[in-house]
């Protein structure tokens, strides 16, 4: 592993004198050292504090939480979830989730490489589904939009795309593309990685094509169960669509500093779903504050509300490391468990040294449909939860990225990868998930 490697984004983002003597000043003290309040999200909201507030906790993740959200999140654990004595099932279907795929540097040699430890748990499933975030262009247009790696844009080549999307003629089944990246090479770029996902049979979530789909759902039926999957970004790191193109990404105030959370775009794609008839309902959404293991309340209010109007299962991602999994009864149907993930962390992204960015996890869940009571009704029966990692290894002056499964090197006498670093990780993932949540089985 290459000993030159940055770290975090603090290590090669420009910051100021002020930035860095603030960020210093927190440090030493420990003033940062739980969720500060008041802070924005949205980078079009960031004032001088919110932004020196971020380059620290990129470094230091947050490891604490808003008071009473832990005991709120753990107050049921996977063992609630439980299909009802009087079930009868006719279908199931299998789903894998994942977080954020983002560009990296070289990542066009590790095709087929890529995902070859994980493939089982990403690609098995019927329905596999993760957030993209990387629009696709000509590599003349990326190295100008990138220029000297201190950009904050995510865009990626047609070959980095194959990388991050495809292993072995299998690909993600969805990707959400409601996310604060997605515009930035504008709608130009929006439409060519549209495009091109369609041209590799990979169904787009959250980016109407015309005005009357926006607020609308995705929906596909897989094995006789009919999936409504609905999508919301809480940004669009500041680009302004022109008025009379407002439909082109599914944005909301879903973490504004200044405005009360806004849930209607959500709202108006479950009724959707439920016009439409859908036995489940999942929703992609893009949101969180970055470098912190647990959400914010108003995230965890959100999210009941979503649920309790007809979600089903939430998978969340943004932050960029994991936070928890919380299994929530709900009120409208006293056998249904919603299950939460309010992050999976970035599965790939151009960081391979700190723990807390190159850790994520993986969801495999299988759902069962079938007759309670009489009424149809489509239940999660299981879920699985598989941490994994990033590692990078040389083949000449080619790096190249594999996605471990952490619990495959928990042995530190035959991993080759740093054990403390292991431990790091595997202490993470106990802190928001607890030992019962995890599959520590290996394979």
């Known amino acids: 592993m290459s000993l030159v490697d940055p770290a975090t984004p603090a290590d090669v983002l420009r910051t100021s004198l002020r930035t860095r003597a603030a960020v210093k000043c927190a440090t030493l003290f420990g003033l940062w050292d739980r969720p500060l309040q008041n802070v924005a999200t949205n980078l079009e909201e960031m004032k001088f504090a919110d932004l020196a507030y971020w380059f620290y906790k990129s470094a230091r993740p947050i490891e604490r939480s808003e008071k009473n959200v832990r005991d709120i999140l753990f107050l049921h654990d996977k063992s609630a979830l439980k299909l009802p004595d009087e079930f009868r099932r006719v279908a199931s279907i299998t789903l894998s989730a994942s977080g954020d795929l983002i560009r990296a540097d070289g990542l066009e040699y590790s095709k087929d490489f890529l995902f070859e430890s994980v493939s089982d748990v990403l690609f098995d499933a019927d329905i596999s589904l993760a957030n993209y975030e990387s629009p696709v262009a000509d590599d003349k247009i990326i190295r100008k939009a990138i220029g000297d790696g201190s950009s904050?844009?995510?865009?990626?080549?047609?070959?980095?795309?194959?990388?991050?999307?495809?292993?072995?003629g299998k690909h993600f089944t969805l990707l959400n593309v409601a996310n604060n990246h997605i515009l930035d090479l504008g709608v130009e770029g929006l439409e060519t990685t549209r495009s091109h996902m369609g041209q590799s049979g990979?169904?787009?979530?959250?980016?109407?094509?015309?005005?009357?789909?926006?607020?609308?759902a995705r929906i596909l039926t897989k094995k006789r169960v009919k999936v409504g999957f609905i999508s919301a970004t809480f940004g669009l790191n500041g680009y302004q669509l022109p008025q009379n193109e407002r439909y082109r990404v599914h944005a909301a105030k879903l973490l504004s500093k200044y405005v009360a959370t806004d849930l209607e775009l959500l709202q108006k794609q479950i009724q959707d779903c439920k016009k439409q008839h859908c036995e489940f309902i999942i929703a992609s959404i893009h949101w969180g504050y970055e470098f912190e293991f647990f959400p914010r309340y108003r995230q965890v209010e959100a999210a009941h509300s979503l649920i309790e109007e007809g979600v089903d299962l939430i998978v969340g991602h943004h932050p960029h490391v994991i936070q928890p999994l919380e299994y929530y009864r709900t009120k409208r149907d006293p056998n249904r468990i919603g299950v939460i993930a309010y992050s999976l962390g970035s599965l790939i992204w151009g960081w391979y040294t700190a723990p807390h960015l190159v850790l994520s996890m993986v969801?495999?869940?299988?759902?069962a449909k079938g007759i309670a009571n009489g009424v149809p009704r489509t239940y999660i029966e299981t879920i699985n939860v598989h941490p994994v990692f990033r590692d990078i290894s040389y083949h000449g002056k080619k790096r190249l990225m594999r996605i471990e499964k952490l619990y495959d090197h928990s042995d530190s006498c035959t991993s080759a990868y740093p054990?403390?670093?292991?431990?790091?990780?595997?202490?993470?993932?106990?802190?928001?998930l607890g030992s019962t949540t995890v599959a520590r089985q290996s394979g």
């Open 363 to 367: 969801l495999n869940v299988k759902l």
């Open 152 to 168: 904050l844009m995510m865009c990626c080549s047609f070959d980095q795309y194959a990388a991050l999307t495809e292993h072995r």
């Open 202 to 216: 990979i169904i787009d979530i959250g980016a109407p094509r015309f005005p009357d789909e926006y607020g609308r």
């Open 419 to 432: 054990a403390a670093r292991i431990r790091t990780m595997q202490r993470y993932v106990d802190l928001v």
